[in-house]
């Protein structure tokens, strides 16, 4: 039987005075997927996520969450979604403990559950020794695992991840991913913003590559990346003004060029190291300056800029968490 939709966005606009967040985004999220929603800071994905939850309502467009409209029946949405802001919004003066049983009681787990589900929840997330301890004083991975077993303690269908690992050092943000591929080889759906392209690649079955509002494409990683071509990019960095004389001499081995952001990129379909070694000797022999010269295979930056013409731009955003999650479980 094929896998049924869980999360269903169409033609969905979002407006904020005359600006236009999301502009006609329609997606769907199949049961049991790790579905992700990449783009640079103010591409709208916390804004799409906000609509899902219900929190903001859309200007145009509708959201079904397991086919349930996400604005008629905001009690049962509640208790079907979890939710992992972009920002840590531990409690801090409470105990890791505390934190996890009052997110339990806020979400209706029936009291005689309550401790087993704490317990476990701090075993997922290696925090045992950690339970009567205040949360204030938790690294950054700590506190964000936290985060994730508190998204998780009234068993949500589907698992809501805006920026997880956005502010993590490398080691907690592969640790954060291993724990967010478990979850979902326990059955959960996903759905998980991310401005990193390497994020996207190690986790999402399938994404959606969002800038300025707009869906730019769809598909798994692999479809994404054969956009790009099938096969080798080049990228040659020289002075702006010999990029004519770099494109020329791809052009003079089969290769079309073009120039992308601050560098020359073509695409190497056959005999790549040959064609790779002939374009370089030639750069030398007709004296470019080459400030650099490379080839790979697709990736999903090289999508990315395709795409949309621009690097993705990854400083790190934020937005006013606190007050979302209170929003979030007060309603
Ligand atoms: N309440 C609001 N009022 C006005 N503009 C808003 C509001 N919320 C978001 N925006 C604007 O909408 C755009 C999309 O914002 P959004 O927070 O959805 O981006 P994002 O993709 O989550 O970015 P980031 O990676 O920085 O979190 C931005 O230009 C932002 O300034
Ligand atoms: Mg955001």
């Not at 990683?221 to 080049?234: A, D, P, R, T």
């Not at 379909?269 to 374009?279: C, G, H, R, V």
Request: glycine letters at 8%; charged letters at 30%.
């Amino acid at each position: 039987m094929a896998k049924q939709n869980m999360i269903e966005i169409k033609n969905l606009v979002k407006r904020f005075g005359d600006f236009k967040a999301v502009d006609d985004i329609s997606l769907s999220v199949k049961e049991g997927e790790i579905f992700g929603i990449l783009g640079p800071n103010g591409a709208g994905k916390t804004t799409t996520i906000n609509v899902v939850l219900g929190l903001l309502k859309p200007t145009s467009g509708s959201v079904k969450i397991d086919d349930l409209d996400a604005h008629a029946n905001p009690e049962r949405i509640k208790q079907m979604l979890g939710l992992m802001t972009q920002e840590t919004v531990v409690e801090g003066d409470l105990t890791a403990w505390d934190n996890l049983e009052l997110f339990a009681e806020l979400y209706h787990v029936p009291k005689g559950e309550i401790p087993k589900r704490v317990k476990r929840a701090l075993e997922d997330a290696e925090l045992t020794d950690k339970a009567y301890v205040r949360a204030g004083t938790f690294s950054g991975g700590m506190k964000r695992r936290l985060e994730l077993v508190k998204s998780m303690i009234q068993e949500p269908k589907v698992l809501i991840l805006d920026e997880p690992t956005t502010g993590l050092d490398v080691q907690n943000r592969h640790k954060l991913w291993e724990r967010i591929k478990e979850l979902n080889q326990k059955g959960i759906t996903i759905i998980l913003t991310t401005q990193y392209l390497e994020e996207a690649d190690a986790l999402c079955d399938r994404l959606a590559i969002i800038d300025h509002g707009k869906i730019k494409a769809i598909g798994t990683v692999s479809e994404l990346k054969s956009k790009v071509g099938k096969g080798n990019i080049l990228e040659i960095i020289v002075k702006q003004s010999e990029t004519n004389d770099a494109l020329r001499i791809l052009k003079k081995f089969g290769v079309n060029g073009s120039v992308k952001v601050d560098r020359v990129v073509g695409n190497i379909e056959k005999e790549p190291t040959k064609t790779f070694n002939k374009i370089s000797n030639e750069l030398e022999k007709q004296k470019i300056s080459v400030l650099s010269i490379s080839m790979h295979l697709p990736t999903l930056d090289d999508v990315f800029i395709t795409l949309t013409g621009s690097k993705i731009r990854d400083e790190a955003g934020g937005s006013d968490d606190a007050a979302r999650m209170r929003a979030w479980r007060g309603r």
